[in-house]
C-alpha cells in the first residue's frame, strides 16, 4: 500500500505540500532561517499528524463499542535533541474527551490500543521519542 506526497517549491523556502488524497498545506520556516513564517513547520505537520492519527483511533475504537463520544481535543508538547538530527525526544500528548457515560477504563484502553497496535504515527515517532499519554473525560450533559 502506497501513500503519495508531493512537495513542490513556491518561493524562498515556502512550500506547498499536497497529499495522494488531493488536500494541501503550505509549509515554511521561521524567518531567522530563511522563510516567511506563514506556514506550518514540517516537524509541527508531524506532531499534528500523530494527534490526528491517534484521535481517530481512539473516536473510532470507542464509538465502536457503542460509547457516545461527543468531542475529542488532543493537546501535545514535545521536545527535540539539541543536535543534529534534532528528532523528537519526548511527547507528552493528553486527551480530553468530552461524552455522555464515558468510563475511564473505556477511554483508557481506547488510548493504550490506539498507541500499542492502530496509530502508525505514534508507534513510528516513538521509535525515537519517549511517549506519554493522559487523558480527561467531561461529561456531556453536565457542560451543557
Known sequence: MATMARVKLIEGITMLGESGSGHAVVMDAAEEVGGRDIGVRPMELLLMGMGGCSSIDVLNILRKGRHDVTDCVAELVAKRAETEPKVFTEIKLEFTITGRKLTEKAVARAIELSMQTYCSA???????????????????????
Open 122 to 144: 505514534s508507534i513510528m515517532l516513538g521509535k525515537t521519542a519517549k511517549i506519554e499519554t493522559s487523558f480527561s473525560i467531561i461529561d456531556a450533559d453536565a457542560a451543557e
